[in-house]
């Protein structure tokens, strides 16, 4: 069982930054790839970014370029650095997480979910 709490969420003028953090509790979280995942109102939920167990990272196109995942396994956190934020980054923002050996930014991949911060941008 994995544990999954966000922080870090806020309101932020276009052109800021913010720093998201998934702090997890539970067993082995080394072993776990973590995403992260974000949802509009009125849209589907849509993985922007993950990190693999030994590092590995990937990012959807829409954030390519001004977000940055890292993982602290000492501290079992993962971090979403995001930068040059746009109104349309404007979400609920949660992290997951998996044991499978799957490297997928599709949500249903993910058994573990944190309960999500808000992300406001405003013009």
């Known amino acids: 069982q994995l544990q999954l709490v966000e922080s870090g969420g806020g309101l932020v003028q276009s052109g800021g930054s913010l720093r998201l953090s998934c702090a997890a509790s539970g067993f082995f979280f080394d072993h776990y790839i973590i995403g992260w995942f974000r949802q509009a109102p009125g849209k589907e939920r849509e993985g922007i970014s993950y990190v693999s167990s030994g590092g590995y990272t990937k990012y959807a196109d829409s954030v390519k370029g001004r977000f940055t995942i890292s993982r602290d396994n000492a501290k079992n956190t993962v971090y979403l650095q995001m930068n040059s934020l746009k109104p349309e980054d404007t979400a609920i923002y949660y992290c997951?997480?998996?044991?499978?050996?799957?490297?997928?930014?599709?949500?249903?991949?993910?058994?573990?979910w944190g309960q999500g911060t808000q992300v406001t941008v405003s013009s």
């Open positions: 997951a997480g998996s044991s499978a050996s799957i490297w997928t930014l599709t949500s249903s991949a993910y058994p573990y």
